[in-house]
C-alpha cells in the first residue's frame, strides 16, 4: 500500500533562513502528489502539486517543492521564512492511476516554528 | 465561493449521546471527504463520496459511525452512541478531479469533545 512518510516532526528555523520539508513516498507508480499547510485552528490549504511535467512546481506563498522520482522524495522548499509561516505542513499522495487518483493519503505532518 | 462549510465548529457532548456532524461542499465538487484528525493518528481517511454515492467506507472505524450525502450539497457524519475516543477534529473536504483539478479543498473542521 501507499504510504507517506515526513521524517521531522517538528523543525524550527529563524526568521529570514531558508526552509526544507522532507517527504518520501511509497508507491510502485507516479503518484500524484501534494503538500498542504494547516494553522492553528484551521483547515488545510493547499500549497502545490505535482502530477506530471516539470519536477520543479511552484506554489503559493512563496513556496516550491522538488519531485525526485529516484529518491521517491517530494521536498518542500523555500528561500526566506516568514514567521507567518510558522504552522504544521503535510505532504500527501494520490495513486497517478487507476480509480483512486482522487483518494489522497497524509502524512504525520511537520510542525514548524519560525524563531525571530 | 464560500468554501466547504462545516457546522458546528466546536461540539461538546457526553458519553453516549448521538453527534451529528454537516458539511456543504464547493458547489459543482462531485467528490466529499470526511476526514478525521488526532495527535495521535495524524489524518485519517473515514469516507468519501463521489455524485453522493459512498466510494470507500473502509476507514469508518466502527459501526457507531455513519455517513449520508442525500444530495450533492450537504452531507452528515453521525456517531451514536459516542465515546469519548471519538474526541478529534472532524474535516470534510471536496474536490472535482474530472477537470484535472485533483486536490482537495478543507472546510474549517468541526472538533468534536466527548466528555
Known amino acids: 500500500a501507499q504510504s507517506v512518510t515526513q521524517p521531522d516532526i517538528h523543525i524550527t528555523v529563524s526568521e529570514g533562513a531558508s526552509l526544507e520539508l522532507r517527504c518520501n513516498y511509497s508507491?510502485?507508480?507516479?503518484?500524484?502528489l501534494f503538500w498542504y499547510v494547516q494553522s492553528p485552528g484551521q483547515g488545510l490549504q493547499l500549497l502545490l502539486k505535482?502530477?506530471?511535467?516539470?519536477?520543479l512546481v511552484q506554489g503559493i506563498k512563496g513556496f516550491e517543492a522538488e519531485f525526485k522520482r529516484s529518491q521517491s522524495s517530494f521536498n518542500l522548499r523555500k528561500p526566506s521564512v516568514h514567521w507567518s509561516d510558522a504552522a504544521e505542513y503535510f505532504c500527501a499522495v494520490a495513486p497517478g492511476y487507476g480509480g483512486a487518483t482522487n483518494k489522497l493519503i497524509f502524512g504525520t505532518g511537520t510542525l514548524l516554528a519560525v524563531q525571530p | 465561493d464560500a468554501g466547504v462549510i462545516q457546522s458546528p465548529r466546536h461540539e461538546v457532548t457526553e458519553m453516549g449521546q448521538e453527534v451529528t456532524l454537516r458539511c456543504k461542499p464547493i458547489?459543482?465538487?462531485?467528490?466529499l471527504f470526511w476526514y478525521r484528525q488526532t495527535m495521535m493518528r495524524g489524518l485519517e481517511l473515514l469516507i468519501y463520496?463521489?455524485?453522493?454515492?459512498?466510494?470507500?467506507d473502509s476507514g469508518m472505524p466502527e459501526d457507531r459511525f455513519s455517513a449520508k450525502m442525500p444530495n450533492a450539497s450537504f452531507s452528515t457524519l453521525k456517531i451514536q452512541p459516542s465515546e469519548p475516543r471519538d474526541s478529534a477534529v472532524y474535516f470534510c473536504?471536496?474536490?472535482?478531479?474530472?477537470?484535472?483539478?485533483?486536490?482537495?479543498?478543507f472546510g474549517s473542521g468541526t472538533r468534536l469533545t466527548v466528555v
Open positions: 463520496f463521489n455524485n453522493n454515492v459512498p466510494i470507500d
Open positions: 508507491y510502485g507508480a507516479t503518484p500524484y
Open positions: 505535482y502530477f506530471s511535467g516539470d519536477t
Open positions: 473536504a471536496s474536490s472535482y478531479p474530472s477537470t484535472g483539478n485533483y486536490g482537495y479543498t
Open positions: 458547489s459543482g465538487h462531485d467528490y
